[in-house]
């Protein structure tokens, strides 16, 4: 199916389209078989630890920017938000120091490896966004099996 026909017929997710949208990338092909090993356990295990990958000044601007953001962000108001629950929204605008996870170029090649090129992601629901308070319920919300629910391993997410 051509990229036209895909059009027409509204579906992305066809094989013959994202081998075309495959070439439209912001990592390139090679890039993405040199990061083929992550690609395989995050596929595998549902979840990438990439150690080293931002400084330790980087993670600590990170965690200090998530902290005064959590600090002026009100508890949720509905059901899925949680009561006990601060989300924050557009992380992107609120925060520049998390740039250097989205633009990275070893994370923009995992993932496009991983989604296939098909990265229509949001921030919204990144662990370190959202922040359960004493009490709150603990809901999994179900993904898709192309996106696993992140987990963080024992390891505190970014910001807690």
């Given at each position: 199916m051509s990229e036209l026909s895909a059009r027409k017929t509204g579906n992305p997710f066809d094989a013959g389209?994202?081998?075309t949208?495959?070439?439209?990338g912001l990592s390139s092909p090679e890039e993405r078989e040199a990061v083929s090993a992550d690609i395989h356990t995050?596929?595998?295990d549902g979840y990438l630890i990439l150690e080293g990958l931002l400084s330790a000044d980087t993670v600590a601007e990170i965690g200090v920017e998530m902290d005064t953001i959590h600090a002026t962000t009100t508890l949720g108001i509905t059901d899925f938000e949680g009561f006990r629950t601060k989300r924050i929204y557009n992380v992107m605008k609120k925060m520049r120091s998390a740039d250097a996870l989205c633009t990275h170029p070893r994370i923009?090649?995992?993932?496009?490896?991983?989604?296939?090129?098909?990265?229509?992601?949001?921030d919204r629901h990144h662990p370190a966004a959202r922040r359960n308070l004493p009490g709150a319920?603990?809901?999994?919300?179900?993904l898709p099996p192309a996106a696993p629910a992140p987990t963080t391993h024992g390891r505190r997410p970014v910001g807690h």
């Open positions: 389209v994202r081998d949208q495959r070439l439209k995050l596929g595998r923009l090649a995992i993932t496009e490896g991983y989604l296939h090129s098909q990265i229509q992601l949001s319920a603990s809901r999994r919300q179900r």
